[in-house]
């Protein structure tokens, strides 16, 4: 009889392989849509001299651009903290944990081999576009601020409800990359099939002699 020495071993794992397309969709949606975010950063704070001024009885006056009046509009403000106003003042600390994401990032995808799902692909890539657009302020490599604003990430959309003060906290395009990265990934976490656990069969397992 065939002794378990004998038995063919299970085949060995195959190993996922990352295709060039996926270094090109990676490297594309996290330059581009960091671009696109210092760009929009960089107009916005130009125009904002030429907002419209809007007088409120007995509070600071704003200027605010309106896409849908008292809805969405543009308005500049800068950010001392992470995404929507949290955690104000932690700019060197959040700053360092940007780096160690970013890099984390691309070695899970391409020395792990995570990039072989294009799900994830695009997932991270918005990510990483987030990362490096808020990283760019807060390193404060842009210009026009004085010194005491070197380090805040730049926001200017604005969204409200039907009023300024029922206003969710400005935010930028970078933000938004983030946002939708991170929806993205949560919901890859929901689509993973459930591992079943193997059953036991008679072959496996024979029945125990009774004593």
Not at 25 to 33: D, E
Not at 118 to 138: C, K, Q, Y
């Amino acid at each position: 009889m065939p002794t378990s020495e004998n038995a063919t071993s299970p085949p060995a794992p195959v190993q996922p392989t990352v295709g060039v397309n996926r270094y090109v969709i990676f490297f594309a949606l996290a330059i581009l849509g960091c671009g696109l975010d210092l760009w929009t950063k960089h107009a916005v704070f130009q125009a904002d001299a030429q907002f419209p001024l809007i007088e409120r009885p007995g509070k600071p006056p704003l200027r605010i651009y309106w896409l849908i009046e008292n809805y969405v509009g543009f308005e500049t403000s800068l950010n001392h903290g992470a995404l929507f106003g949290m955690g104000q003042g932690g700019t060197p600390i959040f700053a360092g944990f940007s780096v160690v994401a970013a890099i984390g990032i691309v070695y899970w995808l391409f020395f792990r081999k995570a990039a072989s799902d294009l799900w994830l692909t695009i997932a991270l890539g918005s990510v990483t576009a987030g990362i490096f657009g808020n990283l760019h302020d807060r390193l404060g490599l842009y210009h026009g601020f004085g010194h005491w604003d070197k380090g805040a990430v730049r926001d200017w959309i604005l969204l409200t409800a039907g009023s300024y003060d029922l206003r969710w906290p400005n935010f930028n395009i970078a933000d938004s990359f983030l946002v939708c990265g991170a929806a993205l990934l949560l919901i890859h976490a929901f689509m993973q099939p459930v591992e079943e656990k193997p059953t036991q069969s008679p072959a496996n397992h024979p029945p125990q002699k009774e004593v």
